[in-house]
């Protein structure tokens, strides 16, 4: 089998490549490098340095390669960029991906797997201790949200329409790395904003203290970037093996980890003394969002394995690899 892999030079997209190298699939990668970083790649795989909003410049590349699925991670991923370039992100991640599923049907190729995100929810009414399963309301927040839940609806069409085999993957807090050279370098998640403000000498900021949870602060659901690339392998093996069918399905561990917590882990990790700074709620953060994961364990055999403290020990790893 040949898998296109958008996105493919990206944080999360070179360990997909790499575990889907693994599983003894073969690999063409698709990327505009406008975030990625080809040398994250082997040496000698099929690299198409295209842009997805160039429509002709992706038929091309179903006449260059003969292909069998796609698993589609190229998108821009900022929320606060986002909003404030709601038509840029609209044509990058929904424009973007109607051009990939046109080339695909084109091409009779109907194996997707598609990076979407816990974004698509919102900011849904929970206990800190519920957790979000699937059939959840989905209601963004956000344009970023929105865009992943557009392209959601028109996998799902595709699935009706053109007979594909979609598995929506919705991602929670993806962090860590596999290995160092692969990991994050990019500064919006808590992880590496943690790491950051200790490299400034700076104490961590919790945005919200009082919220309804054990600590006051935040929870979120982390899941290893490696527990989330062996989760794709499982995702590829499902839609392989499904007819036309449209699967949404939450990649998480099904445990929370509020903020304090998290920080108390890196300080750990790295033998500093951090004392966070509380600071004011920010809009649009819900007080918990954990994964009902167990659609992921029914579906694709697929549960993740990898504790907070492995995410927080490679990923600083990572990231003091990729400071040197
Ligand atoms: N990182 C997270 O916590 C998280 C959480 C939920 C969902 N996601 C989704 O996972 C996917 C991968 O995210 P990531 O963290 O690896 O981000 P990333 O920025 O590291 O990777 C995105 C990759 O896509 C490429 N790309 C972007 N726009 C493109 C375009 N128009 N054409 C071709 N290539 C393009 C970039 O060059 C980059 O290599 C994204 O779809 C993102 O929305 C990420």
């Known amino acids: 089998m040949n898998w296109l892999i958008t996105g493919g030079a990206g944080y999360i997209g070179s360990h997909v490549v790499y575990e889907t190298l693994r599983s003894g699939r073969d690999v063409i990668v698709l990327d505009d490098l406008s975030s990625g970083i080809k040398s994250r790649l082997p040496d000698g795989i099929p690299f198409e340095e295209v842009t997805l909003t160039d429509r002709d410049a992706v038929f091309a590349v179903f006449d260059r390669h003969k292909i069998s699925g796609v698993l589609h991670l190229a998108a821009k991923k900022q929320v606060g960029e986002s909003i404030l370039h709601p038509d840029y992100y609209w044509e990058e991640n929904v424009v973007g991906l109607q051009n990939l599923v046109d080339a695909m049907a084109a091409n009779n190729v109907a194996n997707f797997v598609f990076s979407s995100s816990a974004a698509v929810y919102g900011q849904p009414d929970l206990k800190f201790d519920d957790l979000v399963d ?9 344009p970023y949200g929105e865009t992943k839940l557009e392209g959601e609806n028109i996998s799902e069409k595709c699935a009706a329409n053109s007979d594909f085999s979609v598995a929506a993957l919705r991602y929670f807090n993806v962090a860590g790395a596999g290995k160092p050279e692969l990991g994050d370098q990019s500064i919006f998640n808590l992880v590496p904003i ?12 919790v945005f919200g203290n009082d919220y309804p949870t054990p600590d006051g602060s935040c929870i979120r659901d982390y899941v290893h970037v490696q527990d989330l690339a062996e989760a794709h392998v499982a995702a590829m093996e499902f839609v392989e093996n499904s007819g036309a069918i449209f699967m949404p399905i939450n990649i998480g561990t099904g445990t929370g980890s509020s903020v304090f917590e998290v920080i108390d882990k890196i300080s750990q990790v790295t033998g500093s003394t951090m004392e966070p700074v509380s600071a004011a709620r920010r809009n649009g953060d819900p007080a918990a969002l954990v994964a ?33």
């Open 194 to 205: 943690v790491f950051e403000t200790l490299d400034r000498g700076d104490r961590p900021k």
């Open 292 to 324: 009902n994961v167990s659609r992921a364990k029914e579906m694709l055999n697929w549960s993740s394995k990898r504790t907070l403290d492995d995410i927080a020990k490679s990923a600083w790893e990572a990231w003091q690899f990729n400071r040197k």
């Open 134 to 142: 699937e059939a959840a309301n989905c209601a963004p927040i956000n």
